[in-house]
């Protein structure tokens, strides 16, 4: 949609009442939130981090000790790595930690520590794309710019009849266009939130509490009945799934062998215990694979549990396998014999953090 498009769409709008209606909603019915207990940047920073892909209840806990651990910037940019994975395990997409830890790195060094209100270098560092970068300016710093997510889009494209594929990345521009239009330039920050705070509470993906919206004389959907018909949404592709053995090795005093998983990729620099992909070997020749790979021979003693582990493009399927060192030596350098008790010292994903209670 072109900006003439979006003039068009705007156009005999009521843009001040749809403000007002909006933001006098937001004040009254907001929830009371840990990141919105003032406008301190780096806790809209971090928050706004933390609930990318992951629901505000399971944040809230999570955003509490975090900034209990890390309660200013230059806490966080000074930190070890492997402590903020730590401080961030569970979340899931652990490149958000490492990404926010750099860029807040970038800020003591370059900011005097204070997080940029200037749209183009918050926009530059790292971790930081058009969203974050919106919610920060609005909400911290109370400058009318776009914060567009997915309940964003999906409340104006309801409100204005916007009939565009939100699965495709262009049409965040038209969402943004939108917003630019209509932001209450007096109050960005509620404005910004009040549309978040609208499509988690009242303006629900699959049955939105039309009576009890606030902003319901404004929208064209509701108007027409076709509000269940928006967004307009294509299918993602649907998930690959990949089978692994997971080894929980024990040597004779009783320590348990984990690694490091690589500095790039999924999961990076967290630790696990020792997996197998399927594909290279099965349960009779799982040993002999362990020695290929680790230098270590093992006895497998059978199979403990199975552990479904869901990630946005790919599906874990894991069995885990007891099994005790009987020889060799250790050749794998990201590897290393750990104390049970040590175990909860390390980072570990999620789906590895089921597997600690067999160590116990």
């Known amino acids: 949609m072109k900006n003439e498009q979006v003039e068009e769409t705007i156009n005999h709008f009521d843009t001040a009442g749809f403000q007002a209606d909006l933001i006098n909603w937001f004040y009254q019915e907001q929830r009371q939130l840990p990141w919105r207990e003032n406008k301190d940047p780096y806790k809209v920073w971090v928050s706004e981090i933390m609930l990318q892909q992951t629901k505000v209840d399971t944040v809230i806990p999570y955003f509490q000790r975090f900034m209990k651990k890390f309660p200013t910037l230059d806490d966080l940019a000074e930190a070890d790595e492997q402590e903020v994975l730590k401080a961030w395990e569970g979340l899931g997409y652990y490149s958000r930690a490492r990404n926010l830890q750099n860029a807040v790195k970038e800020v003591a060094a370059s900011y005097d520590s204070k997080v940029p209100e200037n749209a183009k270098q918050l926009g530059a560092l790292k971790g930081v794309g058009p969203y974050t970068k919106g919610a920060i300016l609005s909400i911290a710093y109370d400058q009318p710019e776009p914060a567009v997510d997915g309940n964003v889009m999906r409340v104006l494209s309801r409100v204005l009849l916007i009939d565009e594929d939100i699965a495709k990345p262009k049409t965040r521009k038209t969402f943004e266009s939108a917003v630019k239009a209509i932001i209450s330039h007096e109050d960005p920050s509620a404005f910004n939130q009040g549309l978040m705070e609208l499509g988690a509470l009242v303006c629900?993906?699959?049955?939105p509490s039309c009576m009890l919206c606030p902003v319901q004389s404004h929208c064209r959907a509701f108007a027409e009945g076709i509000q269940q018909d928006l967004p307009v949404k294509t299918k993602a592709k649907k998930q690959k799934q990949v089978g692994y053995f997971a080894?929980?090795?024990?040597?004779?005093?009783?320590?348990?062998?984990i690694e490091q998983r690589p500095e790039t990729g999924l999961l990076a620099s967290l630790w696990q215990f020792p997996m197998a992909p399927l594909a290279e070997t099965d349960e009779e020749h799982a040993a002999q694979w362990f020695r290929q790979v680790y230098g270590v021979d093992i006895e497998i003693s059978g199979q403990v549990d199975e552990i479904k582990h869901v990630f946005s493009h790919l599906i874990w399927d894991v069995q885990v396998m007891e099994a005790e060192v009987t020889g060799g030596n250790l050749v794998r350098d990201s590897s290393r014999f750990v104390a049970a008790e040590a175990l909860e010292q390390y980072p570990f994903p999620v789906?590895?953090?089921?597997?600690?209670?067999h160590t116990e």
């Not at 629900?204 to 049955?207: D, L």
């Not at 080894?247 to 062998?257: A, E, S």
């Not at 789906?351 to 209670?357: D, F, R, T």
């Open 351 to 357: 789906s590895h953090q089921k597997m600690l209670k």
């Open 204 to 207: 629900t993906p699959t049955t």
């Open 247 to 257: 080894f929980l090795v024990k040597d004779k005093q009783g320590n348990y062998l």
